[in-house]
């Protein structure tokens, strides 16, 4: 059994949204939001709907998304700001993404609908479809985890092992409270190659889980990149409490590190590096201008590259981070439009 990389539904989304949202011009900086252990004292606000007794079949919640880069001294920017809906209907996930129309360059609000076997964008004041993009029956649900509500946390880790050792994954509890489950590589198919020669290798793929909360502490994921480019992806979940003491997941932390396979030679060996941009000394425009004047130097649109300029390598950090969580609060014709 195979399946391709990247094909767990909350990743499909986040594809999407790529491919139509613009990042904001001026990104607004949160504190200390790259570091994960601030992210989980952060209050959530989650409210049940009238119905508090019953499973939890739909969740919505306002979601900002922010981008850090180490080497260009992006920290914490916010990119992404839209409203994210999920419900069950008839045991099936059905997601709405309405997004601004201040992130677009027409300035029109677009929602994105995404069914069992399909994803629409439309127009959302008048239901013009924008664009249809058919989803593939392919699923990475080894373990049956997506089958269920992606956002609530507590799994049954008893099914989870039974049905690992069953696929002869690896199993290990070396760690005390933690579950480790390795896939395979054999498990994934080779993405890309279709336009060009550019592929990705899924090389491993670990989940670790509490075994004391009974949820998904982490996956770590090593891709092998066709120009020789390893990347290294580290996903952490965030869940609050509600009121009923179900853990419901409010934000994602995910830090990717690329390791490029490639040298930079720096003949002129006193070149000044700096570590962050703080560090950059201030310049005034009528010195550059002057400085331009004489030829000294020459204008040009780049971005800045900190720390050692031999080193090539790069992390970067995308914390989603979901606001006014509601419960059991969404009707099936939210997702109908456009269907």
Not at 251 to 266: D, K, P, Q
């Given at each position: 059994?195979?399946?391709?990389?990247?094909?767990?539904?909350?990743?499909?989304?986040?594809?999407?949204?790529?491919?139509?949202?613009?990042?904001?011009e001026n990104g607004v900086v949160i504190d200390s939001a790259s570091k994960l252990e601030d992210l989980e004292k952060q209050e959530v606000s989650i409210y049940n709907g009238d119905n508090k007794d019953?499973?939890?079949?739909?969740?919505?919640?306002?979601?900002?998304?922010?981008?850090?880069?180490?080497?260009?001294?992006?920290?914490?920017?916010?990119?992404?700001?839209?409203?994210?809906?999920?419900?069950?209907?008839?045991?099936?996930?059905?997601?709405?993404?309405?997004?601004?129309?201040?992130?677009?360059?027409?300035?029109?609000?677009?929602?994105?609908?995404?069914?069992p076997t399909e994803t629409i964008v439309f127009f959302e004041d008048t239901d013009e479809v924008e664009a249809r993009i058919p989803i593939e029956s392919t699923s990475n649900d080894f373990l049956g985890?997506?089958?269920?509500?992606?956002?609530?946390?507590?799994?049954?880790?008893?099914?989870?092992?039974?049905?690992?050792?069953?696929?002869?994954?690896?199993?290990?509890?070396?760690?005390?409270?933690?579950?480790?489950?390795?896939?395979?590589?054999?498990?994934?198919?080779?993405?890309?190659?279709?336009?060009?020669?550019?592929?990705?290798?899924?090389?491993?793929?670990?989940?670790?889980?509490?075994?004391?909360?009974?949820?998904?502490?982490?996956?770590?994921?090593?891709?092998?990149?066709?120009?020789?480019?390893?990347?290294?992806?580290?996903?952490?979940?965030?869940?609050?409490?509600?009121?009923?003491?179900?853990?419901?997941?409010?934000?994602?932390?995910?830090?990717?590190?690329?390791?490029?396979?490639?040298?930079?030679?720096?003949?002129?060996?006193?070149?000044?590096?700096?570590?962050?941009?703080?560090?950059?000394?201030?310049?005034?425009?009528?010195?550059?201008?002057?400085?331009?004047?004489?030829?000294?130097?020459?204008?040009?649109?780049?971005?800045?590259?900190?720390?050692?300029?031999?080193?090539?390598?790069?992390?970067?950090?995308?914390?989603?981070?979901?606001?006014?969580?509601?419960?059991?609060?969404?009707?099936?014709?939210?997702?109908?439009?456009?269907?």
């Amino acid at each position: 059994m195979k399946t391709k990389f990247l094909k767990e539904r909350v990743f499909s989304i986040s594809l999407i949204l790529s491919l139509f949202l613009f990042s904001c011009e001026n990104g607004v900086v949160i504190d200390s939001a790259s570091k994960l252990e601030d992210l989980e004292k952060q209050e959530v606000s989650i409210y049940n709907g009238d119905n508090k007794d019953e499973d939890i079949i739909s969740y919505s919640a306002n979601v900002k998304s922010y981008y850090s880069h180490d080497k260009k001294g992006i920290d914490s920017e916010l990119t992404q700001e839209y409203r994210m809906s999920l419900k069950l209907i008839d045991s099936q996930l059905y997601t709405r993404i309405d997004v601004p129309g201040n992130q677009f360059s027409d300035l029109r609000n677009r929602s994105i609908v995404t069914s069992p076997t399909e994803t629409i964008v439309f127009f959302e004041d008048t239901d013009e479809v924008e664009a249809r993009i058919p989803i593939e029956s392919t699923s990475n649900d080894f373990l049956g985890i997506n089958n269920r509500l992606p956002i609530l946390g507590r799994l049954d880790l008893n099914s989870i092992t039974t049905e690992a050792k069953r696929l002869s994954f690896d199993v290990e509890d070396v760690t005390p409270g933690i579950l480790t489950v390795s896939l395979p590589s054999s498990a994934f198919e080779q993405t890309g190659g279709v336009y060009n020669d550019y592929t990705q290798d899924v090389l491993s793929y670990k989940l670790s889980f509490d075994t004391e909360e009974n949820t998904l502490a982490s996956t770590e994921m090593i891709v092998a990149e066709s120009d020789g480019t390893i990347m290294t992806v580290n996903t952490y979940d965030l869940f609050h409490e509600d009121e009923n003491g179900e853990l419901i997941k409010t934000g994602r932390y995910t830090a990717v590190h690329n390791n490029l396979n490639m040298e930079i030679s720096i003949d002129d060996a006193d070149i000044e590096t700096y570590e962050t941009l703080d560090d950059i000394p201030e310049i005034s425009k009528d010195e550059i201008a002057t400085l331009v004047e004489e030829g000294s130097i020459s204008e040009a649109d780049v971005e800045p590259w900190l720390g050692d300029p031999t080193d090539p390598n790069f992390t970067e950090i995308f914390i989603e981070l979901y606001e006014d969580v509601e419960l059991n609060t969404l009707e099936d014709s939210l997702f109908r439009v456009g269907l």
